[in-house]
């Protein structure tokens, strides 16, 4: 497994540090789909120099898929995804309160929180996020490859709250977090993986992805004729060690990762905001198209539950989950196909 | 030149005499010969537009369906350019999504006389792209690739698209441009426009030279395809034209097969020496690419580097052992003789120390090497320039010279520096010259006399968190530039708040010619208004 003791992260700058570098524009998918450069973290925080207000940029705000690739190339050192979350939570406060299911049960589950019990102080665990538990056959494989517990209070609604822009009460953190001191950290959303760096600083935590390709039974069945797929937002979020991380991976195995010339990860099935709340349509999985553009794996090995949607619905390759990979028969049953 | 008694000062002060100004229409050349007299050696941002007519402007507009934005949101994202030391907001911003819609947006302004500059990275330095009112057009809208064709080693791109997005396309097809600047974020209208140098420009020639064909809506919104045979006039004027007589919506670039390089380093204590075996290399075509980048004046490296095997094995048979600088540890073990006999010198060597703890890891990241060879070059240094040498003022006077005077240019500007900034950075490079391509050249960075090659050098001082007034940074462009006219030079980034120096080197015929035709392209004089004349 690779090094799992991160550093606590430098005080990021805030907008006003922004000198118009246009570099995350680059990387930006908002950008890839509107070529507005309002529709960038760098248009944003020149609008925030000049006056703008929150409403005034609810559009990219809310268009945003906060997969941090902008972070990372920031010269400047500007927390970019943090800064569109603080507008998302401006946003959220400043207007009349949006009705949704989706809303209505996560400030639900907030006031409640979760009961959980008590764990053995070091022994690790596994927050694997709603969509993995959908999946009870692969969630299990998960946890056989890893060996890991899974926590009784896993931050759903946590991570879906950071999502959103909606204020998580104190008493609900802390009870999270609490959950969570002493343990070894693996989490599955990679927006609550890049938080979790921020609130529990010296913690050992990594993402899904990066833990499960350190397995032997994952890792030595990745082919040179793969492509990789990397759940962007834990890439971006802790991307020093996982561009040299990602990088021996690709030597030792000579997959083809989803990475651009930049070493930023493209992220294929990242929703904005508005997209998520079915405010309005995607953009045709674009970025999944992209990534595939000029490229003829015969295999796709996806970290996301997200990712392998958005690759079920632009190819017909076969797209398997990284946790599928290995010498299980009932995962070689499931996909026959994807493994030969 | 009149002059006036000011009561409040009590002292006889010279203003430049300017006549009123009907509004929307153009004053006077604030180029013309004596337009420098009497001018302190001060910021030179242009006036702002006075806004006349833009109601019915952008009326009109709405009419033709184009659509404009206005506010802080829309317009504040371009209120400096990369140079970050001229300041200017339009009335309104534009973002370029068709031939067409430009057409009808600069039909538009020349009827209602609403001045339009165009942007497209926003990487100028002197507020070339920076609107002082008016309208803003955005050509980063139009950034896509229309075709590949990999046979002929031809990309047809919208002009707004930036060079790094062109080198992603590019790489699927496993092709590479040939080059541009090294910055992720010019766009490539823009550096067609001026130039663009590389680190291969010695034996590739400048960006704009890879040019086959452009299509360019002219500044009265005809949209003309052109080329060296389909209208030439054309196409000699707006390469390198400064986006004075059209703007370039598509380009059709030669491209070539993306190779990985093999990089050497040598490093020098005399910058001459340096230079002497940069020319060395570039007239016997020694090496695929070359420049040079200064730590300081007694840390000088020569980059050189190599597309195959083959051009690397010939340098290291017939070149290599008559360049006269050190390889690394070599000149470590130099540097530490010579600080060792100058102890009171100990913040220099720290100084140094520190540079390359910072900056050579950064051309070293394992991700970018692969069996000892640099992968995606165009991201490793631009990432380097943006972090180490980048900065919310990017203050970057250059001298463009012939071969032959190019190192007394260098010495002299490298003097001005040290007068001026505790920490600098020289970055020189040759380029190819292409004698079909002289018509192109005229009134450009391309000196007159050069034959053969032309040499660069930008001078950027190490802001390093400094504080420094735009009247310091203009006191050192316009020292840097003054070498230039002493010697006959010219500039890269001649525009916008360096434009006072564009008679002076060019001389009244030649800039009153190019005058005689903007005026004959743009009657009412609204495209780019501000950058030359």
């Given amino acids: 497994m690779p090094a799992t003791l991160a550093r606590a992260p430098a005080a990021p700058r805030d907008y006003a540090a922004c000198s118009g570098c246009n570099l995350c524009v680059l990387v930006c998918p908002m950008w890839r789909s509107h070529r507005d450069p309002r529709f960038t973290p760098e248009g944003l925080a020149k609008a925030l120099q000049h006056g703008a207000t929150a409403a005034q940029l609810a559009a990219p705000v809310e268009a945003c898929s906060l997969c941090g690739a902008c972070d990372p190339v920031c010269p400047e050192g500007i927390d970019l995804p943090g800064l569109v979350m603080d507008l998302r939570q401006k946003l959220a406060n400043s207007l009349s309160p949006r009705s949704s299911p989706l809303l209505d049960d996560l400030c639900a589950s907030l006031q409640q929180g979760v009961a959980s019990g008590v764990a053995s102080r070091s022994a690790p665990l596994l927050l694997p996020g709603p969509d993995l538990r959908a999946d009870a056959a692969l969630l299990a494989r998960v946890q056989a490859l890893l060996g890991l517990a899974i926590a009784d209070d896993d931050g759903d609604d946590i991570a879906l709250a950071l999502e959103l822009g909606v204020e998580i009460p104190q008493h609900r953190l802390q009870q999270f977090l609490a959950s969570l001191r002493g343990h070894s950290i693996v989490a599955a959303d990679g927006l609550l993986l890049r938080q979790l760096r921020r609130w529990l600083p010296g913690s050992q935590r990594m993402g899904l992805g990066a833990a499960l390709s350190s397995r032997p039974a994952v890792r030595s069945n990745l082919l040179a004729t793969d492509l990789y797929v990397i759940e962007a937002r834990a890439y971006h979020g802790d991307y020093e060690r996982m561009v040299a991380y990602y990088d021996r991976l690709q030597l030792e195995t000579g997959c083809a990762l989803n990475l651009d010339l930049q070493r930023i990860a493209i992220p294929a099935g990242a929703q904005g905001l508005s997209q998520k709340l079915g405010a309005t349509p995607g953009d045709g999985d674009a970025q999944a198209k992209w990534i595939l553009k000029g490229r003829r794996p015969a295999r796709i090995v996806v970290e996301s539950m997200a990712d392998r949607a958005a690759f079920e619905r632009v190819c017909d390759l076969p797209v398997v989950h990284l946790a599928e990979l290995g010498e299980d028969p009932e995962m070689i049953k499931r996909r026959p196909h994807a493994f030969g | ?533």
């Fill in chain 2, 1 to 533: 030149m009149a002059g006036y008694y000011s009561p409040l000062t009590s002292t006889r002060t010279l203003l430049l005499k300017i006549p009123p100004v009907e509004p929307g229409t153009v004053g006077p050349c604030p180029v013309a010969p004596d337009a420098l007299q009497g001018i302190k050696r001060q910021q030179t941002n242009p006036a702002r537009w006075n806004g006349a007519g833009w109601q019915d402007f952008v009326a009109a507009l709405r009419t033709s369906s184009v659509e404009l934005a206005e506010g802080a949101a829309a317009c504040g994202v371009y209120a400096t350019d990369a140079g970050g030391t001229a300041y200017g907001l339009p009335h309104g911003v534009v973002l370029a999504r068709s031939a067409g819609q430009i057409s009808l947006l600069l039909k538009a302004a020349q009827a209602h006389r609403v001045p339009v500059t165009v942007r497209g990275g926003g990487l100028t330095t002197e507020g070339e792209s920076v609107a002082f009112g008016g309208v803003l057009l955005d050509m980063s809208g139009m950034s896509r690739v229309l075709n590949v064709d990999a046979q002929a080693l031809t990309v047809r791109a919208e002009a707004g698209i930036y060079w790094h997005a062109l080198a992603e396309e590019l790489r699927r097809e496993n092709l590479d441009y040939l080059s541009a600047p090294l910055n992720l974020t010019s766009s490539v209208g823009g550096t067609l426009g001026v130039g663009g140098i590389d680190v291969n420009s010695a034996r590739l020639g400048c960006s704009a030279d890879q040019a086959l064909s452009l299509q360019v809506v002219t500044p009265t919104g005809e949209i003309v395809e052109c080329s060296d045979g389909e209208n030439p006039e054309l196409f000699q004027r707006v390469i390198l034209g400064y986006g004075q007589f059209g703007i370039i919506t598509e380009a059709t670039l030669r491209v070539r097969p993306y190779t990985p390089l093999a990089m050497h380093y040598y490093y020098y204590s005399s910058l001459r020496t340096a230079i002497e075996d940069l020319q060395m290399l570039d007239r016997n075509d020694a090496s695929d690419y070359s420049g040079i980048l200064t730590i300081m004046d007694c840390a000088v490296n020569l980059l050189v580097a190599f597309d195959s095997d083959e051009r690397e094995a010939a340098f290291r048979k017939n070149w290599e052992s008559r360049l006269r600088g050190y390889g690394e540890f070599g000149f470590a073990l130099c540097m530490a003789g010579h600080y060792a006999l100058r102890p009171w010198k100990f913040r220099e060597a720290l100084y140094l120390l520190q540079r390359k703890r910072e900056v050579f890891p950064e051309f070293r990241r394992p991700e970018y090497m692969r069996e000892g060879k640099m992968h995606d070059r165009s991201v490793v240094f631009s990432r380097a320039v943006w972090k180490h040498w980048g900065s919310r003022q990017m203050v970057i006077p250059d001298l463009a010279t012939s071969a032959d005077k190019f190192i007394e240019a260098v010495e002299r500007g490298n003097a001005v520096c040290r007068k001026y900034f505790v920490h600098y950075t020289l970055y020189c490079v040759g380029i190819k010259l292409r004698p079909d391509h002289q018509p192109h050249y005229e009134m450009s960075c391309v000196p007159p006399d050069a034959e053969g090659w032309a040499y660069g050098c930008e001078f950027e001082p190490m802001i390093e968190g400094g504080i420094y007034s735009r009247d310091h940074f203009q006191s050192f462009k316009n020292a840097i530039y003054d070498v230039g006219v002493d010697m006959g030079a010219s500039y890269y980034r001649f525009g916008g708040m360096m434009k006072g120096y564009i008679r002076r080197v060019f001389g009244d015929a030649l800039v009153d010619r190019h005058l005689a035709m903007k005026r004959r392209a743009d009657p009412a004089m609204i495209l780019n208004r501000d950058v030359i004349f």
